[in-house]
């Protein structure tokens, strides 16, 4: 891996959701509205169920998705419709799947922001001359509205899924985003929320791959993941992006939130 200490990153591409954008928290008022109307039997204390089997995506629609063997309302209404059979909700059809998606969709977009930590982070880095940018497995259009409305229109969304046809863990948009970047892939660090798809991947594809495990947001699953052990592969961890200039041996001073 590479040393920031011997090799100082130049660049820092990030994550957006889950890792600038509060995601979670956004598709849990998502998930509330659209369960008050289409699982009206449900109590609200079910509600983070709901939401916790939509993130896990178990059956992996999403990263099928991401791979390009599937569209996205395609993906999305499999995903829609796991929930209902898992609490007993109708099945949605074409024409219920259109009110489903308008429901969950408005409020998802409605309720974007920013981590408290985003904003003075990329600050910081920028302030220190490093470049920054994102990369993600979502639309680069949806990205870039995304990041605008939690206040970070000038962070560039600079390579999505639609801009390979496929994306992470695939090297190529690493690579790709690097260059769009104008850096040394191994002097740019790729920080994101999920171990594997995120930081590992970076770190495969000759990266400074940075996992961000904050406290109370991981997706969970059946093998949760170790930091300790996520160190050991060679990857840096840190628990609030805050941390993450001091981690990567960048002199930069964080100024407390806004």
């Given at each position: 891996m590479t040393d920031p200490g011997t090799a100082p990153v130049e660049g820092?591409?990030?994550?957006?959701?889950?890792?600038?954008?509060?995601?979670?928290?956004?598709?849990?008022?998502?998930?509330?509205?659209?369960?008050?109307?289409?699982?009206?039997?449900?109590?609200?204390?079910?509600?983070?169920?709901?939401?916790?089997?939509?993130?896990?995506?178990?059956?992996g629609h999403y990263r099928a998705y991401t791979r390009g063997e599937v569209d996205f309302d395609a993906q999305r209404m499999a995903r829609a419709n796991e929930l209902q059979a898992t609490f007993g909700g109708e099945l949605l059809d074409d024409a219920a799947y259109v009110d489903w998606k308008d429901l969950f969709w408005g409020t998802f977009e409605a309720s974007w922001t920013a981590f408290s930590d985003s904003r003075p982070v990329v600050d910081a880095l920028v302030g220190a001359g490093v470049r920054v940018g994102s990369l993600s497995n979502a639309r680069v259009e949806l990205q870039t509205r995304k990041l605008a409305a939690a206040g970070m229109p000038d962070v560039p969304l600079l390579v999505g899924v639609d801009t390979l046809g496929f994306g992470k863990p695939d090297p190529r948009v690493f690579a790709e985003a690097c260059r769009r970047l104008g850096t040394d892939p191994a002097r740019t660090a790729y920080v994101g929320d999920e171990?594997?798809?995120?930081?590992?991947?970076?770190?495969?594809?000759?990266?400074?791959?940075?996992?961000?495990?904050?406290?109370?947001?991981?997706?969970?699953?059946?093998?949760?993941?170790?930091?300790?052990?996520?160190?050991a592969s060679g990857v840096h961890v840190v628990h609030g992006l805050a941390d993450l200039p001091a981690a990567l041996g960048v002199a930069a001073e964080v100024p407390a939130p806004r």
């Open positions: 820092v591409l990030f994550d957006v959701d889950d890792t600038l954008v509060d995601t979670r928290a956004a598709f849990a008022e998502a998930i509330a509205a659209a369960s008050r109307v289409w699982l009206p039997h449900l109590p609200p204390d079910r509600y983070d169920e709901v939401l916790a089997l939509w993130r896990a995506d178990p059956n171990l594997d798809v995120d930081a590992r991947a970076a770190l495969a594809a000759g990266l400074v791959g940075v996992w961000l495990d904050r406290p109370g947001t991981r997706r969970g699953g059946p093998h949760p993941e170790d930091p300790s052990a996520a160190r």
